[in-house]
């Protein structure tokens, strides 16, 4: 490695035409001032930023490049420096402004350097127009200032740095005030403890994300009051080193919607399961009444008219049933009420339960009330007539239920067995039992269609839309 002799040997041994060209080159601008304050020097970068020639810069005072309200002072703060010449910038803390030919001012940061020995006292002075910086850092602050939310940032050591109005207004301290506090004063007392870890973890792994995911967060307010809130965390590095950037949501009001729908759904599953208790309640008092009627009645035709009703009656308090044991009152779990329901239908009918196999295939329905009621019954209705007519003198056989999603917006349910045929003449739409004619009206409750196969079985298919 050279020695600093060395290579003061090596810049002197290079032509000044070569030092004055790579003078010009650099992008800073460069100003040589000598002791009586005195352009010495000046290159083509800050000849330009000034809008001056060089030969117009050369020997102006330097007080000619600063604005008319700080030039008082400039000449004792030049004469400081001379006094203890070191290298350093320029006005430290301070907004350091330069004056062009045409009389505008531009911000700038200068560093001193003192050059040339104590015989010449000449200083380097390099100069850089932060016009375009301090725009973006205005724009900034202008984003920051209006956001909608609390904007506070705080840098590594937890200290506050930044604030906007929203933040003052939300935790009740002056700007100023804010400006001297660690983040921690803004944390509840409980939470406090843990805060420096949580917070150097974020500047260990700095990316943008919700504070405490998972977790309530709560604020504290100057006034000792907390309330909940919501964060939003982004890392932003600056001149000063890392910072993060806190975007604060009072969540009080949501809060208290959110506790307001609850009580609103835990009245609402109240009264629903009320009304749907009383429902079955009503239901299994008419199946009781009509039980009571049928012990009196001795014509069979009556007799198995009552039974039909009360299969009627039993499919639609068996879903409301459903619908209360499951605590769902939207939806009714098909495959789950078919189970229940085929069985109690063989056994009204006083058909050996070894007699009839119960095929049952709807495990990806489930289906909202107003649609459920009509297709319990359609399945109730076709089930007992096949029970009536397609296993007579201990023939047995098998009944099959079926409901699929043959696309997103519909739904078809099939109902069949291996039983007696249909008779040749048998029509949907002409008349017939009232079994076939609640099948029809109840297809075009739901908007749908029905159809069925003679052979080579019984097969009834209902097709109806669904959303």
Known sequence: MASAGAFAHDITAVSPELLSRAFDATTVGM???????????????????????RDEMLGRAIEGLVPERFRGGH?????????????????????????????????????????????????LATVVDITERRRMQDRFRLVVENAPNAIVMINRAGRVVLVNAHAEALFGYAREEMLTLAVESLVPERFRAAHPALRGGFFARPDARPMGAGRELYALRKDGSEFPVEIGLVPIETEDGAMVLSAIVDITERKHREARIQAALHEKEVLLGEVHH?????????????????????????????????????????????LYQSGDFAYVDFHAFLTDLLPRLVESTAIHRERIALDIDAQQVQLPINLAIPCGLIVNELVTNALKHGFPEGRRGKIHVEMTRPTPAEIEMVVGNDGALLPEDFQLHSGGTLGVQLVTLLAQQLQGSVEFEREPATRFRVRFPYQ
């Open 31 to 53: 100003v040589i001032v000598d002791a009586r304050g005195r352009v010495a020097e000046i290159n083509v970068p800050a000849a330009r930023m000034f809008g001056y020639t």
């Open 75 to 123: 000449a004792a703060f030049r004469e400081s420096f001379q006094r203890s010449p070191d290298a350093r910038p320029m006005g430290a803390g301070r907004d350091l402004y330069a004056l062009r030919k045409n009389g505008s001012e531009f911000p700038v940061e200068i560093g001193l350097q003192p050059i040339g020995g104590p015989e010449h006292n000449l200083v």
């Open 278 to 322: 009383r429902v079955k309640n009503n239901l299994q008092m008419i199946d009781s009444l009509l039980s009571l009627q049928a012990r009196r009645v001795s014509d069979p035709i009556v007799l198995a008219a009552l039974q039909d009703s009360q299969n009627r009656i039993r499919s639609l308090s068996l879903i409301h049933q459903m």
